[in-house]
């Protein structure tokens, strides 16, 4: 079995996952919520597996190179960590019913790859080979994937805090009895991004470090490095606020999310529609 067979699997895994946390969210039945959590992690295995089998194939095909080089294979990698630090959440905290609001983030990632984008395996060109694709990567994209799920948790947050406050006599019953308190929201949504910017912030330095590898510069103001010191700066600003000013609620998961549109803009937008040193990203 090839690995974009076993992405495919991964994609559809991920898809009943979803509908099993929708279902979850609509039954209040603990055994789909259960079932939606260990659906995904079987997807996550699946896709563990075909990354490895993905870098195993570019190894026979000559090429040779880790499966993070162009756009397809960052997306890939990206709806991995987003499941892989879904699963940590779900694992330690047991709120599933935040997997109907993370768990689309990922399949998204997968069909958008899977559908509409070349899948081939190719070589690296010459600003790629070096080690720091594997440092820069993973650091990025594991901190991505913590502000992927501060936004889904996020969203939870308004959704609740809109329907409580149009309530005119007890807390919202109904669907909002199956999302965690606000306060626990508004914890989750602050810890997630304590995972994120210290992984982002490793992965601008790491970025630098490559930069200095490849073009020999450590900063050159290139699109794709503006835009992630910006994505830098709101999530300081998140923090920031957060300890000194004492934001929570409604502004923190204002900001999450913005943070999150950011992030996108600063992954897919710059390598969609902004050309620069990493044009190259947009490749695949």
């Known amino acids: 079995m090839s690995s974009s067979m076993l992405f495919n699997v991964t994609t559809f895994t991920y898809l009943i996952s979803m509908l099993a946390f929708f279902a979850f969210l609509a039954s209040k039945n603990k055994s789909i919520g259960l079932a939606g959590s260990f659906i995904a992690y079987a997807g996550l295995i699946i896709q563990t597996v075909a990354i490895g089998l993905r870098w195993k194939e570019s190894y026979a095909l000559g090429v040779g190179h880790a499966p993070m080089s162009n756009l397809y294979e960052s997306i890939v990698f990206f709806s991995w960590t987003i499941v892989l630090l879904f699963a940590y959440i779900d694992i330690r905290y047991k709120y599933r019913i935040i997997g109907a609001f993370v768990m689309p983030f990922a399949l998204l990632g997968m069909a958008w790859a899977q559908m509409g984008m070349n899948t081939g395996i190719e070589p690296l060109v010459p600003a790629l080979q070096s080690n720091w694709l594997l440092y820069h990567v993973i650091t990025c994209f ?143």
């Open 142 to 284: 594991l901190g991505y994937a913590a502000f992927a799920v501060a936004c889904g948790i996020s969203i939870m947050y308004l959704i609740k805090t809109a329907a409580e406050s149009s309530s005119t006599s007890a807390p919202a019953g109904g669907l909002m009895s199956m999302f965690p308190p606000l306060k626990v929201l508004d914890d989750l949504n602050y810890r997630a991004i304590m995972i994120g910017f210290p992984l982002l912030t490793l992965g601008i330095i790491t970025g630098a470090a490559w930069a200095n590898y490849a073009w020999g510069t450590y900063w050159s103001w290139d699109p794709k490095e503006t835009w992630s010191l910006i994505v830098w700066f709101v999530y300081a600003a998140f923090l920031h606020a957060r300890i000194t000013k004492g934001w929570v609620g409604k502004r923190a998961a204002w900001l999450s999310v913005i943070g999150f549109i950011a992030t996108l803009f600063c992954y897919l937008g710059v390598n969609l529609f902004l050309s620069g040193l990493h044009s190259y990203g947009s490749g695949g």
